[in-house]
């Protein structure tokens, strides 16, 4: 196998290690949250994307409106990790808002300390290879983006 194949197939095998790494991770804070893996799926969406609807979460999360969507609000929002806020303009409209100083602190801390161990790796790399990186891991996204979403258009 020459050398360009070669790390072509090393690169792909990383990618698919990685992406079993993320899951694992997300497993593990999970359980150090004391919620599961859709828990805290719809955390980092709420605190990526900030207050949602039910049904946008739903959209994002890849879960069915109604039940499934309306147990996964109901255990975050015990747990102290979420709140239900009434619109003013229509008190019919409710949006899930995280609540960042309550219990999901336990997530906060987890991840301030990983990303200070991702970004202290990506400065062993010089500017011009960040940006190589970079542009990598953006097409990467988009492309694992892009390929969820034809899945779950081939599921209906």
Known sequence: MSTT??????????QRLAGGQAVRL???????????????????MLEKSGAMTPGQIAQQAGLSRGGAITAVIDRLE???????RR???DRRKV???LVPDGAYQVVTASMTDFSARYLALID??????????LDFAQRANDLVGDFMAELQATEK
Request: net charge negative; no cysteine; glycine share 6%.
């Open 5 to 14: 194949k070669a790390t072509r197939a090393s690169l792909n095998e990383q």
């Open 26 to 44: 997300h497993a593990v804070l999970a359980a150090k949250a004391g919620v599961n893996i859709t828990d805290i799926t719809v955390l980092a």
């Open 78 to 84: 015990k747990g102290g990790f979420v709140r239900r």
């Open 87 to 89: 619109e003013d303009e």
């Open 95 to 97: 949006t899930i808002e």
């Open 124 to 133: 062993q790399y010089s500017p011009e290879q960040q940006a190589i990186l």
